[in-house]
């Protein structure tokens, strides 16, 4: 993905006949450092913009090629004819099998549309792809061939060379243009990639904001915008040569085509349910056309295609460490919570010391009573009055109704006052803006005891319908609870309010787990690299949950605990 970027982002950065190569670097840098500047605003405000200006591109290309076609030399034409193919691989041997790898840069670029797939329909696709993209690109390609055969001087700048005067300098401006939007576009991907990875528990804890309400996939990470635009920046001014960087990027599209090719066969199989003759004809066919242009880049490896395998290697070491930590303390953290068991054999007032106020206990688990709880108390026997075990969980919706947004239920018997609360937001709902987060819940658990209360001295049927109502809106429960007479609040309901809110006026105190991983003794080196160093090294520089929760910090308890791999 990095090197789609690089070259799509490098596309003006060629052997230009009017500009020297220094002035095109910094032509170039001053358009990526732009264009990483604009990426905080989205890009749904100048998205409009992105389709007239690519398809001016492929209509300019296709319109010049054609004329070239004409104006040069329209036997150029015969080279579809496929016997050509043979006699050129016969007559050039060796080299005209490595020569693949320069050939693959014809339709590198292209892939780009597919980077989009979650933004656009895949019908959308296939019907631009069909009448624009492709016969454009054949024009394009066709009509400098015919330019080359009269002008064999001018093969590095064929492209800049074969443009009409009248119209060179309109024809550069679109093809900055170009080369931005499908920078843009490269960049969105990387980030709907790295997002998904982060759903999937593959990659560190990034800051996600979203710049649409109406598209779920229109996202901004400033942290991997800006090591974007280094890396971009570095490359471009690093290698100053076009064909160092159309080696990196053909290793690394043949690479993904090829993985691509591979990944689909369990898709196939397993999603698609598709009859194994079908999926062998599909391998087939993909890989003897991907296998030779994958032979061919491999000798391009010392000549800047080594680029894209050194960050791929980065990327997946970082993330199959992350991942592989972030799994192993997870099951650690379920299999050592508390039991029920365990919890009731403490007594009521849970062999402990109650100190006014509330407790917030942060836990990813949405069952059972999490190992830092038991922690905590082991080390120090006090707790407050009454605890919460909060648990939040993205949603993959616009914004979750405030109504809708706390799940209370009760932990244990009500003279523990133990609750868990699954909290809910939507992809636009920012924790760090609920200002009023600790009056919102404490208002959920006074609604849950009234509630809990109410439907005590329900029937059966009545507390089935109830509950019914309840979970499409707890507002329509209490009003129709209202309305038939049925609202009582019973002297013990009264009291244990009266309690909830000398609690809250004794303080809120939020507790978060601070979870150290460590590799055994017993380890092996690479083990302990892994966890001691790389995902340490991770932990550190990602984004702490008291931040992502944005607890204050005059009212945070971190509980510290370590667990060995």
């Given amino acids: 993905m990095l090197i789609w970027l690089l070259s799509a982002s490098g596309g003006i950065k060629v052997n230009h006949p009017k500009m020297s190569n220094d002035v095109v670097v910094l032509v170039a840098v001053v358009i990526l450092i732009g264009l990483f500047s604009l990426q905080h605003c989205g890009t749904d405000k100048v998205g409009w913009l992105f389709a007239p200006i690519v398809l001016l591109w492929f209509l300019l290309i296709g319109a010049i090629g054609a004329l070239n076609i004409w104006k040069y030399d329209s036997s150029v034409l015969k080279a579809f004819y496929p016997i050509y193919i043979y006699r050129y691989f016969r007559r050039r041997k060796r080299d005209s099998w490595i ?69 060179y300098w309109p024809m550069f401006i679109v093809a900055t243009a170009a080369a931005i939007v499908a920078s843009q576009a490269t960049i969105s991907a990387t980030f ?70 591979f990944l689909m066969i369990p898709i196939m199989l397993l999603v698609w349910r598709s009859h194994w003759i079908l999926v062998s004809i599909f391998t087939t066919l993909s890989l003897s056309v991907e296998l030779p242009y994958l032979s061919a880049v491999l000798f391009k490896i010392d000549q800047g295609g080594w680029v894209p395998l050194v960050i791929a290697a980065a990327f997946l070491v970082v993330m199959y460490v992350w991942h592989y930590c972030t799994v192993k303390r997870y099951e650690l953290e379920v299999h050592s919570r508390v039991s029920m068991a365990w919890m009731l054999g403490l007594g009521p007032s849970l062999g402990l010391v109650r100190v006014p106020g509330i407790g917030f206990v942060y836990t990813e688990l949405a069952s059972g009573v999490p190992h830092i709880f038991s922690h905590f108390i082991t080390n120090l026997p006090a707790i407050h009055s009454v605890v919460v075990f909060i648990c939040i969980k993205y949603l993959p919706v616009y914004t979750v109704p405030l109504e809708e947004r706390f799940l209370v239920k009760r932990i244990g018997p009500k003279s523990f ?111 302990k690299i892994a966890v001691d160093y790389i995902y340490a090294f991770l932990r550190r520089v990602c984004r702490e949950n008291s931040v992502i929760f944005n607890v204050p910090h005059e009212s945070l308890l971190n509980v510290g605990q370590m667990f060995y791999v």
């Fill in 192 to 261: 709907s990639i790295i997002k998904q990875a982060h759903a999937l528990g593959c990659f560190p804890r990034v800051k996600v904001v979203h710049t649409s309400k109406n598209f779920l996939g229109q996202i901004y990470i400033p942290d991997i915008n800006w090591v974007l635009m280094i890396l971009c920046i570095a490359v471009t001014v690093g290698f100053k040569n076009q064909s160092q960087i159309g080696n990196a990027y053909g290793t690394a599209v043949v690479i993904v085509m090829v993985v691509t090719t």
């Fill in 417 to 527: 006052h133990m609750f868990r609360c699954v909290t809910r937001y939507g992809y636009k709902d920012l924790h760090k803006k609920d200002d009023d987060f600790e009056k919102m819940l404490f208002d959920s658990l006074s609604l849950f005891v009234r509630l809990e209360s109410m439907m005590e001295g329900y029937s059966d049927s009545d507390e089935n319908s109830l509950q019914a109502t309840q979970v499409t809106d707890k507002s329509i429960a209490l009003t129709a609870a209202r309305e038939n007479g049925n609202w009582q609040t019973s002297n013990t309901t009264s009291d244990e309010l009266e309690f909830l809110n000398r609690c809250k006026e004794a303080g809120v105190v939020h507790i978060l787990g601070n979870t150290i991983v460590r590799a055994r003794r017993n380890s092996g080196i690479v083990n």
């Fill in 99 to 167: 020569s693949l790898g320069g050939i693959l840069l014809s339709i590198t670029g292209t892939e780009a549309l597919f980077a989009d797939l979650c933004h656009f329909p895949v019908l959308a696709i296939q019907i631009s792809f069909t009448l624009i993209v492709f016969p454009c690109l054949l024009l394009a390609y066709t009509g400098q061939a015919a330019y080359i055969i009269h002008h064999n001087g001018h093969v590095s700048d064929a492209f800049y060379r074969s443009i009409p005067d009248g119209v």
